[in-house]
Structure formats: structure tokens, C-alpha cells
């Protein structure tokens, strides 16, 4: 089985950096996503790691430690539109089919 | 370039009733899963599929039966709803290589009566 450990609720100011943390334990891990999900809209695609170190994509940096079985997604310069769930997603298992989901991390941006 | 589409939007049933939903994607994706998310419960993988004519269970298949006779699509199927069905369905396909990525349908909004 897996277990996937997010924090339920972060709340940060518009403008600041906030760091929404992902750790794991899986069998056969082969890669992590990053989703965001608005209230009441589908999950959008963020970012995927499969190696070891940070990746960078404009304001939204992910960064993943396989040995440690964690992840992080870095965002920056954070916008009143930031605000929404975000699901940490690692990628397991023979022929790697199946992304199994955390609950997800609901940040709040405010003013 | 429609990418994931799904059928219905909204649905209400009764009890003891069956529905099917559709799912379609025009990015010729092998792979293709429908997911129910419940508050609190997060995503939960019902069924996947890996190839035209394949399904496999996920984590909460019980209740459900899928196909993919074509590629493009892949069908929930629900024979006798149950109120502990209603849920937000979401349908997603998958691009498997170096930029790997799942990409999310808008999802089916279902409540059994």
C-alpha cells in the first residue's frame, strides 16, 4: 500500500513564498506530480519529478528527495488566484500505472 | 483539440437505477482512469485502463464496471446506484514518457436519491 502525508490547510500572504510539503512511502516509486484543483473544477496538471533535485516552471518550483521519500512544491509570488487544493500525487507499482492521490493541501492567499 | 470530455455534467438517480458515464479523449492517450472524490476522502482510483480492450480495478472498484472498446473512449458504468455512489467523477487519460502527464476531464457530478 501507499501513504501520502500533506498538511490539510496552509494559509500565506499575497506576494510571499509558500511551501506545501509531500512525504511518501511507496513500493516501486517512478515519479511524483504536483496537482492543482480549484472548488469545483477538475485537478490541472503542475508538475512531474522523476529524478532528485528541484524543477523549476515560472512561479511554481517542485523539488523531490527519492531517498527521503518527499517532495515539495515551492510557489512564489503568490496571487489571490493561487488559492485552491493542491494534490501530491507519487507514481508506483509494476508497469507504473495507477497515481495514487494525497488528500490534498488547501492554501489560502490572502490580502 | 477538445482533450478530456466527459458525459454527463450532472446527474440525479434513484436508488436501484443504472447509468452509464462517457468519457472521451482526442490526444490518443493508452492510458485512461475514472477517479470518484469524496470531501475528505481526496482522489480515489476506480478503474483504470492501459490499452483499447483492457481494464483494470483500482482502489474502490466495487459497484462499478468500466469498458474501452475504443481507444478515445472508456465507460463508468454503475448497474444498481447506491446513495453511497453520489460523488464528483472524474475521468483522466495519461501520456506515458519523459514528460509524463495525466490530464483531468471536468468531471461528473453524481447524487443517488
Known amino acids: 500500500g501507499q501513504n501520502i502525508d500533506q498538511p490539510t490547510e496552509m494559509t500565506a500572504t499575497e506576494g510571499a513564498i509558500v511551501q506545501i510539503n509531500c512525504t511518501y512511502q511507496t513500493s516501486g516509486f517512478n515519479g511524483l506530480f504536483w496537482y492543482q484543483q480549484h472548488a469545483g473544477e477538475a485537478p490541472t496538471f503542475l508538475s512531474y519529478n522523476v529524478l532528485d533535485g528541484l524543477e523549476e516552471k515560472g512561479r511554481f518550483s517542485s523539488f523531490l528527495s527519492r531517498s527521503k521519500g518527499y517532495s515539495y512544491l515551492l510557489l512564489k509570488e503568490l496571487q489571490m488566484k493561487d488559492s485552491a487544493s493542491y494534490l501530491c500525487a507519487p507514481l508506483s507499482g509494476a508497469g507504473s500505472y495507477q497515481l495514487t492521490f494525497g488528500k490534498g493541501t488547501k492554501l489560502s492567499v490572502i490580502p | ?113
Request: proline share 4%; with cysteine; hydrophobic share 35%.
Open chain 2, 1 to 113: 483539440n477538445a482533450g478530456v470530455t466527459q458525459t454527463p455534467k450532472f446527474r440525479v438517480l434513484k436508488t436501484g437505477q443504472s447509468m452509464t458515464l462517457l468519457c472521451a479523449q482526442d490526444m490518443n492517450h493508452e492510458y485512461m482512469y475514472w477517479y470518484r472524490q469524496d470531501p475528505g476522502m481526496g482522489l480515489r482510483l476506480i478503474h483504470y485502463s492501459v490499452g483499447e480492450g483492457t481494464t483494470a480495478k483500482g482502489e474502490v472498484p466495487d459497484g462499478y464496471n468500466v469498458s474501452r472498446l475504443k481507444k478515445q473512449n472508456f465507460l463508468l458504468g454503475l448497474e444498481s446506484a447506491a446513495p453511497s455512489q453520489t460523488s464528483v467523477y472524474f475521468c483522466a487519460s495519461r501520456w506515458t514518457g519523459v514528460a509524463d502527464t495525466q490530464y483531468f476531464g471536468p468531471g461528473t457530478r453524481l447524487t443517488v436519491l
